[in-house]
């Protein structure tokens, strides 16, 4: 099932961050089942940088079966800018969708300004390796880059680990709101149980500054355009970045 057109991006329901373990088909299909159940239409799956197509095409065939939209993506961890830029250029037209865990300044600021970077993920159990600031806001502007938050993470946290996460995710939040940078909220589960329906994210992310038109659309338009203008630069009339072939020599 593939969801098209401004109204979708309105009113349709994106989990951009669903992390089965992608081998075992039970787990995958309970996750899919869920994510049906409360509401969502569209799902970006994890799947490792060297996926094999038959697992691909399983996860393919069960999300099909459960009528979710599947979107490919790959949560990268380099250990260096030079081995983000190699491993970007080995796998972006194998993906739909583009994660880099931010765990260095210099992951970050190269994260931030590549544009084949689409999800920005900063650690926020330890301060000290969270490295989101107003040079990495600014440059994650300027390319269309997302700031992504797991509500799992927020869900999952006690006493006062969550009172300290709250505080960064809202530091966060008022940063990203500065610069433009477009916020995502996913739920980042790997389990049936970690899951909530779109209405309840929308609620608590008040809790992390965000009002509940802006939070609707961090679940609905914002990932949903992400995964459209990424399925257009997959697509064989692409050029390049904004530059599209519409009609090609002997076409009727």
């Given at each position: 099932?593939?969801?098209?057109?401004?109204?979708?991006?309105?009113?349709?329901?994106?989990?951009?961050?669903?992390?089965?373990?992608?081998?075992?088909?039970?787990?995958?299909?309970?996750?899919?089942?869920?994510?049906?159940?409360?509401?969502?239409?569209?799902?970006?799956?994890?799947?490792?940088?060297?996926?094999?197509?038959?697992?691909?095409?399983?996860?393919?065939?069960?999300?099909?079966?459960?009528?979710?939209?599947?979107?490919?993506?790959?949560?990268?961890?380099?250990?260096?800018?030079?081995?983000?830029?190699?491993?970007?250029?080995?796998?972006?037209?194998?993906?739909?969708?583009?994660?880099?865990?931010?765990?260095?300044?210099?992951?970050a600021i190269q994260a931030s300004k590549d544009?084949?970077?689409?999800?920005?993920?900063?650690?926020?159990?330890?301060?000290?390796?969270?490295?989101?600031?107003?040079?990495?806001?600014?440059?994650?502007?300027?390319?269309?880059a997302a700031l992504e938050i797991n509500m799992s993470q927020l869900i999952c946290s006690e006493g006062i680990h969550r009172v300290r996460l709250l505080s960064m995710l809202r530091k966060d939040v008022l940063l990203a709101r500065k610069f433009g940078v477009p916020i995502i909220l996913s739920s980042g589960a790997s389990e049936p149980h970690l899951l909530r329906r779109p209405e309840d994210y929308a609620f608590l992310s008040y809790l992390i500054g965000l009002d509940l038109n802006s939070a609707r659309k961090s679940l609905s338009k914002i990932p949903y355009s992400i995964i459209n203008r990424n399925r257009r630069k997959l697509s064989p009339n692409y050029v390049c970045f904004g530059v599209y072939v519409v009609k090609r020599g002997g076409d009727c």
């Amino acid at each position: 099932m593939s969801v098209d057109g401004a109204t979708a991006m309105r009113k349709v329901f994106v989990d951009l961050h669903l992390c089965p373990p992608v081998n075992d088909d039970e787990k995958v299909r309970a996750l899919v089942k869920r994510s049906v159940e409360l509401g969502y239409k569209i799902a970006g799956i994890t799947f490792p940088a060297d996926f094999s197509r038959e697992d691909l095409e399983r996860v393919r065939k069960i999300c099909c079966e459960m009528g979710l939209d599947l979107a490919t993506r790959v949560d990268l961890t380099p250990k260096s800018s030079k081995e983000l830029l190699s491993t970007l250029t080995k796998i972006r037209r194998k993906f739909e969708i583009i994660a880099v865990n931010c765990n260095s300044r210099e992951v970050a600021i190269q994260a931030s300004k590549d544009r084949r970077v689409d999800i920005l993920l900063f650690a926020l159990g330890d301060p000290r390796r969270h490295f989101f600031s107003e040079s990495e806001a600014r440059l994650a502007s300027e390319k269309y880059a997302a700031l992504e938050i797991n509500m799992s993470q927020l869900i999952c946290s006690e006493g006062i680990h969550r009172v300290r996460l709250l505080s960064m995710l809202r530091k966060d939040v008022l940063l990203a709101r500065k610069f433009g940078v477009p916020i995502i909220l996913s739920s980042g589960a790997s389990e049936p149980h970690l899951l909530r329906r779109p209405e309840d994210y929308a609620f608590l992310s008040y809790l992390i500054g965000l009002d509940l038109n802006s939070a609707r659309k961090s679940l609905s338009k914002i990932p949903y355009s992400i995964i459209n203008r990424n399925r257009r630069k997959l697509s064989p009339n692409y050029v390049c970045f904004g530059v599209y072939v519409v009609k090609r020599g002997g076409d009727c």
